[in-house]
C-alpha cells in the first residue's frame, strides 16, 4: 500500500522537484485543510462487463487507421495517463511518452504529417458527475438544449444514447486524421473521413470490430442487445465501454493519497532543513502556491 501510494503520487513529486524558491515548510503551512473526498455516489459503477470491453477498446490499435496507436499510447497509465510532450505525436510516431518521436525524414504517407495542436488531456476523475466539459478547448460537453444532450464537433450528427460527456468524448480521438485515423489513401477510415469526418470513420470502426469475433462475445455480455449479432454493434456501445474503463481503472487521487503526499513534501522539508539547503519549491508547475493546491476534492487545481 505504501509503495501503491508513493508511485501515484510520484508524477507530482517529480514535477515540484523541478521548482526551487523558498523554503517548503512555508509553503505547506494550511495545506492540510484537505477537502472532502469525491463521495463513491459521485460516480457511476459500470458493469464489470463494460469495463473489461472498454479495457480492451482503450489498449487496442484496431481502433487507429493504420493500427498503429491505441488510446493507451498518448494516455499511458505507465506515465500519469499523458505522454509528458508539449504537443502530441499521434499516428505514425514511433515510441512512448516524452521518447516518442515522428519518425524517419521525409515523412511517407503513413509517418506523421504534423503534430497536434495541444498536449494530451490527463484522464484521472473523469467518471466524476463534476466534469460537464472535456478537452482543453471544452468542445465535448454536456448541453441539454440540444437532441442528443451534447455539444461536440459532430454537431447534430453525433449518435443519440449516450448519457455521460466521458463516454461521448471517447470517440472522437479515432476521427481525428494527426491522432489516429491517418491519411486519406493509407487505410479505409481515413478514406470514409473524407465523405464524413465523423461518421465515416465511426462506421468503419464498426466494421472492424464486428469482424472480430471476440470482440463480438465481449460486447455480447456487455451489452446484452448484441445479442451475438455482429450488425447490433455501435459506435455508441464502443464509447460507453471506453467511458467505464476510463472510471474504473483511472480512479481519483484519494484524500489518504493527498495526505501521503503532504508527509512527503515535509519529510523532504526536514531533509532540506537538515542537509542546509534553503532552495526547495514553494509553488508547483501551474504556478498556484503549494498552500493552494488540492482545494478541490478531485485534486485537478
Known amino acids: 500500500?505504501?509503495?501503491?501510494?508513493?508511485?501515484?503520487?510520484?508524477?507530482?513529486?517529480?514535477?515540484?522537484?523541478?521548482?526551487?524558491?523558498?523554503?517548503?515548510?512555508?509553503?505547506?503551512?494550511?495545506?492540510?485543510?484537505?477537502?472532502?473526498?469525491?463521495?463513491?455516489?459521485?460516480?457511476?459503477?459500470?458493469?464489470?462487463?463494460?469495463?473489461?470491453?472498454?479495457r480492451m477498446l482503450f489498449f487496442d490499435k484496431?481502433?487507429?487507421?493504420?493500427?498503429?496507436?491505441?488510446?493507451?499510447?498518448?494516455?499511458?497509465?505507465?506515465?500519469?495517463?499523458?505522454?509528458?510532450?508539449?504537443?502530441?505525436?499521434?499516428?505514425?510516431?514511433?515510441?512512448?511518452g516524452p521518447l516518442r518521436n515522428a519518425g524517419d525524414f521525409p515523412p511517407t504517407p503513413r509517418d506523421p504529417q504534423s503534430r497536434g495542436s495541444r498536449n494530451m488531456t490527463p484522464l484521472f476523475n473523469l467518471g466524476h458527475e463534476?466534469?460537464?466539459?472535456?478537452?482543453?478547448?471544452?468542445?465535448?460537453?454536456?448541453?441539454?438544449?440540444?437532441?442528443?444532450?451534447?455539444?461536440?464537433?459532430?454537431?447534430?450528427?453525433?449518435?443519440?444514447?449516450?448519457?455521460f460527456a466521458l463516454d461521448a468524448l471517447s470517440i472522437f480521438a479515432e476521427t481525428d486524421l494527426q491522432e489516429m485515423t491517418g491519411q486519406p489513401g493509407t487505410n479505409e477510415l481515413a478514406d470514409a473521413s473524407l465523405i464524413h469526418p465523423q461518421i465515416g470513420v465511426w462506421d468503419g470502426l464498426v466494421l472492424r470490430l464486428a469482424a472480430i469475433p471476440e470482440y463480438v462475445d465481449l460486447f455480447t455480455a456487455a451489452?446484452?442487445?448484441?445479442?451475438?449479432?455482429?450488425?447490433?454493434?455501435?459506435?455508441?456501445?464502443?464509447?460507453?465501454?471506453?467511458?467505464?474503463?476510463?472510471?474504473?481503472?483511472?480512479?481519483?487521487?484519494?484524500?489518504?493519497?493527498v495526505a501521503y503526499l503532504l508527509d512527503f513534501l515535509e519529510a523532504l522539508t526536514d531533509f532540506a532543513a537538515e542537509d542546509g539547503r534553503k532552495t526547495v519549491p514553494t509553488r508547483v508547475p501551474s504556478g498556484l502556491p503549494l498552500a493552494e493546491i488540492n482545494q478541490d476534492k478531485l485534486q485537478i487545481d
Do not use: Y
Open 1 to 54: 500500500m505504501e509503495l501503491h501510494r508513493f508511485l501515484t503520487a510520484l508524477p507530482a513529486i517529480v514535477a515540484l522537484t523541478q521548482f526551487t524558491d523558498s523554503t517548503l515548510a512555508a509553503a505547506t503551512r494550511g495545506a492540510r485543510s484537505i477537502p472532502a473526498p469525491a463521495l463513491e455516489s459521485e460516480f457511476r459503477h459500470p458493469s464489470a462487463e463494460k469495463v473489461e470491453l472498454g
Open 62 to 96: 484496431e481502433l487507429s487507421g493504420n493500427r498503429n496507436i491505441s488510446c493507451a499510447t498518448c494516455h499511458s497509465p505507465v506515465l500519469a495517463t499523458v505522454d509528458h510532450l508539449s504537443i502530441n505525436i499521434g499516428t505514425g510516431g514511433q515510441g512512448l
Open 130 to 163: 463534476q466534469f460537464r466539459k472535456l478537452f482543453w478547448d471544452g468542445r465535448v460537453q454536456v448541453d441539454p438544449s440540444l437532441p442528443q444532450g451534447f455539444a461536440t464537433p459532430a454537431g447534430a450528427d453525433l449518435p443519440f444514447g449516450f448519457e
Open 223 to 257: 451489452f446484452p442487445e448484441v445479442a451475438n449479432d455482429p450488425t447490433n454493434i455501435t459506435i455508441v456501445q464502443a464509447g460507453k465501454a471506453i467511458g467505464a474503463a476510463i472510471e474504473i481503472d483511472l480512479p481519483q487521487l484519494s484524500d489518504q493519497d
